[in-house]
């Protein structure tokens, strides 16, 4: 039986977010979201060290927002999961779906036994002596910390029906925009692809996903933030977590001492430089296809002049990204300021449930 209905869970390193859509029309309506912080440390570098804490953030999630279900499409997100893209002789979907551990083992730096495999068939290719090749995408996530991360949930009696890779996630709400069909890549003369980046920045990790028209061609999970910056504030000024946190907001409108804005203007360049290191990356591939556009989402994405400041790195038009155009709103009960807000924080999870839809 199709559900009506379902629920996308996001675990970040700051709050625990979900959202919910109404599948019954197209686009899904959003029914309900909310999310609840994190006290500082249970998830470090979207990892959760403290499932104890987590469990019960989770609990008070579904209660102050009104889940009915507890069944998620739950993300993950972190050092501890390996995406590659590899070549193989072609063979049929199912055949390496049973042999899957066995066909990929060399691919990847942990052993087979400790990680839970999935993969996503590319396209099909021929080979230097014509023979049939394809390319596929390998996810391995260390078992580890899927079973944290599944006992987290099961403290708060939430039972995922899948497990979903957040770069994914976030491609399903990011990467349909239709203008993006629109944008032509000039002054080149070899036809290629045009490939549109979506980077979400989070607190601990920023998510990079390059695509083609829904194909992903490069994923990348980067441990930079927010919470750098924060952090870095906190130590350099000697507050608390929460103070640092409310100077950096505050820079965006005020002034908030020189020591404080160099320290935020010093962190802030790093996390660029990372994401543009690895957007430099993806377009130094042979093959790349031309990148047309970056869309930018996460709350780190809103320290002060960052899209802006990344589109002048990459060279590369930079925009906030608008996940709420993918769905109907529902009654949220959100005021247009609080809506706007929760804009830059639910491409994860609307994703994770656009995921479900069958
Ligand atoms: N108005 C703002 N100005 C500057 N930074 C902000 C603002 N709002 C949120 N942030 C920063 O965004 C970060 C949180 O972003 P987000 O909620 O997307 O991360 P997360 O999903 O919890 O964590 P992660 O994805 O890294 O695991 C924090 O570092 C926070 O300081
Ligand atoms: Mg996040």
């Given at each position: 039986m199709g559900r009506n209905s379902v629920i996308g869970l996001d675990i970040g390193t700051s709050a625990v977010r979900a959202a919910e859509l109404?599948?019954?029309?197209?686009?899904?309506?959003?029914v309900r979201f909310g999310q609840v912080m994190l006290p500082p440390g249970a998830v470090r570098d979207g990892e959760i060290l403290d499932e104890l804490a987590v469990g019960e953030k989770l609990a008070e999630l579904w209660k102050r927002a009104g889940f009915k279900s507890k069944r998620v499409a739950v993300g993950v997100s972190n050092q501890r999961v390996i995406v590659r893209q590899v070549e193989m002789p072609w063979m049929e979907e199912s055949d390496l779906a049973q042999g899957l551990a066995f066909q990929v083992q060399d691919h990847l730096p942990i052993p087979v036994e400790d990680a839970i495999l999935d993969f996503q068939i590319l396209e099909e290719f021929a080979g230097p002596d014509h023979e049939r090749m394809m390319r596929v995408l390998l996810v391995a996530a260390q078992r580890e910390m899927i079973e944290t991360l599944l006992s987290a949930l099961r403290r708060a009696s939430i039972r995922p029906d899948v497990v979903d890779l957040m770069p994914f996630a976030l491609m399903r709400t990011l990467g349909t925009s239709p203008e993006f069909a629109q944008i032509q890549v000039l002054g080149d003369d070899a036809p290629r692809g045009v490939a549109e980046a979506i980077v979400d920045i989070g607190a601990g990790v920023t998510n990079i996903v390059v695509h083609e028209h829904g194909v992903p061609r490069f994923v990348r999970i980067l441990v930079a933030g927010g919470q750098e910056v924060t952090d870095a504030l906190a130590t350099a000024l000697g507050t608390g977590f929460e103070e640092a946190e409310m100077l950096k907001r505050q820079a965006a409108f005020e002034p908030v001492g020189a020591e404080a804005e160099r320290i935020i203007e010093d962190r802030t360049k790093s996390v660029i430089e990372e994401v543009r290191g690895s957007l430099d990356y993806f377009c130094a591939q042979p093959e790349a296809a031309q990148l047309g556009r970056v869309v930018v989402t996460g709350g780190g994405g809103r320290i002060p002049d960052l899209v802006s400041r990344l589109e002048s790195a990459t060279g590369v038009p930079t925009e906030i990204g608008h996940p709420l155009a993918q769905v109907r709103l529902g009654k949220l009960g959100l005021s247009p300021d609080q809506l706007a807000e929760a804009e830059a924080l639910i491409a994860c999870p609307v994703g994770l449930a656009l995921g479900e839809r069958r």
């Open positions: 109404d599948l019954r029309r197209n686009p899904p309506t959003l």
